[in-house]
């Protein structure tokens, strides 16, 4: 088909929370601007961006709508004409792993949400893309009362076995490995601070366009 749709399915990484409003500097609107440009140039295929992002949300358990497992068939397979999707969320269920009780996850956990996610993508026909979780040390966005942000060692240890698993697993079409390419390299369990908007989760205008501009569009075709 000459035309189709990507979903990009995740949590305020996605929906682009921080970033300047109106500007559309949303990695997804980044991502859309690119593949209509490559239209343009060389009359390949059009493909349109649904940004399915929501604040909040998480994988395994309803926070702020519906957990990705649950809103997956509504918010990506109903979508009319989508052919692609790119699950991107995660650093929501690591975050408040120990703030709401009975909802601690582990990354054995996560990863199998992942790869129900995968399936059942698949399945539908979709093909599937996986973007690694960032690196979020530091973070002080929106601490509950007491606390300086929900940052601890052992969600990192959950981030890194989950990004490891991204990057080697087989379930998933591709890996785009957002988590290397916004990391600062001196201190890679941190963001770069060029693209850190300053609360150490949520990139900045110049973190989200850059998210939208490492992405690979042969991945695409």
């Given amino acids: 088909a000459k035309t189709g749709g990507i979903v990009t399915l995740g949590d305020s990484l996605t929906d682009s929370n921080i970033s300047t409003v109106d500007a559309h500097y949303r990695w997804p609107d980044q991502l859309a601007r690119r593949l209509v440009a490559r239209h343009e140039d ?6 349109g961006v649904i940004n399915q992002g929501i604040g ?12 990705c497992l649950r809103r997956f068939d509504r918010d990506v397979i109903a ?25 601690e996850v582990t990354a054995a956990q996560m990863i199998a949400g992942f790869n129900q996610l995968a399936m059942r993508g698949r399945a539908a026909g979709i093909t599937m893309y996986v973007g690694t ?8 966005y929106n ?17 890194q076995e989950i990004n490891g698993w991204i990057r080697t697993q087989k379930a998933y079409d591709g890996v785009i490995d957002f988590d290397e390419a916004l990391r600062d390299p001196g201190h890679p369990t ?3 601070p060029e693209y850190d908007c300053g609360d150490h989760l949520h990139p900045g205008d110049a973190g989200y366009l850059h998210m939208g501009d490492v992405i690979d569009l042969s991945l695409f075709d």
């Fill in 42 to 47: 060389d009359g390949g295929r059009l493909l």
């Fill in 56 to 67: 909040g949300n998480r994988v395994l358990h309803d926070q702020r709508g519906d957990s």
């Fill in 79 to 103: 979508q009319p004409g989508v052919t692609h999707a790119i699950v991107f969320l995660g650093i929501n269920d690591i975050r408040n792993r120990h703030k709401l009780p009975g909802e």
């Fill in 133 to 140: 979780l960032l690196p979020y040390e530091g973070e002080n």
């Fill in 143 to 159: 601490p509950p009362p007491g606390l300086t942000g929900l940052y601890t060692e052992e969600g990192e240890a959950v981030r």
């Fill in 190 to 192: 941190q963001m770069f």
